[in-house]
């Protein structure tokens, strides 16, 4: 069903400098899309530029439909955690699927800066239509499980700035395949109500045999004995990436996306 996630970062110009965050924005996005249909060589796309109308720049009809305090400790940010899982859709609800965004942050190896940056994709075309990069700092600290709270203030930031509202995001970092069954993919889900992937490069909670060495080969990772996630082989001999669900899609959606 959603074939369609060619290199989304190759569509995203990043000037690179010593020590400068942009230069790791994406990485997993690459990652995540190498299993897909024809891959096009990075270099081939890496210079395509942006060709949203500037002039359209935030007049999307993105609405943020819930809103909770980011100035929070580490115990009321798992009390909200637990509260908002609550609300995780695991069940099919998308529209047709016209527009798909990459979503990924970047810190500094120095200093609290980080960069924020999405990619809009046309679904049909795969051609980039629009992306952002919005800078900020982090100021949550850094705790495993709660990643959310540190990235998802200057990721909501870049969604302001666009003038496309996509049908399906992919995330880099956990869905449901966290202790509290919201990572970051299901909060930012949550919070726009827009259908969410999770997609992680490590593995954050669960079990799973080792998927087999082919592209495409893929083990199922449980936790507790939930099912919460898939362990995928995007190419031959690669490390493997965890999808799991975000939100308002199902898991075998979600994983027909990377492996159908």
């Known amino acids: 069903m959603f074939s369609l996630f060619r290199p989304l970062c190759c569509y995203l110009k990043i000037r690179k400098k010593e020590n400068d965050p942009h230069v790791y924005v994406l990485i997993t996005i690459t990652i995540i899309s190498t299993y897909f249909c024809d891959i096009v060589p990075y270099e081939s796309c890496y210079n395509k530029k942006t060709t949203t109308d500037l002039s359209m720049k935030g007049e999307n009809d993105i609405e943020q439909v819930i809103q909770h305090s980011w100035d929070l400790s580490e115990s009321q940010a798992i009390i909200l955690q637990k509260e908002l899982a609550l609300k995780v859709m695991k069940e099919d609800q998308l529209n047709q699927v016209n527009y798909i965004a990459g979503v990924d942050v970047a810190y500094s190896k120095n200093s609290d800066r980080l960069v924020a940056a999405v990619v809009i994709l046309d679904a ?137």
């Open 124 to 260: 049909v075309t795969l051609k980039q239509v629009e992306s952002t990069v919005v800078e900020g700092r982090s100021s949550f600290p850094y705790i495993p499980g709660l990643f959310s709270f540190r990235e998802l203030p200057s990721v909501i930031k870049a969604f302001s700035k666009i003038s496309i509202t996509p049908d399906l995001i992919v995330c880099d970092g956990q869905g449901v395949a966290h202790p509290r069954r919201f990572g970051l993919a299901s909060h930012l889900g949550v919070l726009f109500n827009i259908p969410t992937i999770g997609c992680g490069k490590t593995k954050l909670i669960g079990d799973s045999e080792e998927p087999g060495q082919k592209r495409g080969e893929y083990a199922t990772l449980i936790d507790q004995s939930d099912k919460v996630g898939i362990v995928l082989r995007t190419q031959d001999h690669i490390k493997p990436i965890y999808v799991s669900v975000g939100h308002r899609i199902s898991l075998p959606t979600a994983c027909n996306g990377f492996y159908g």
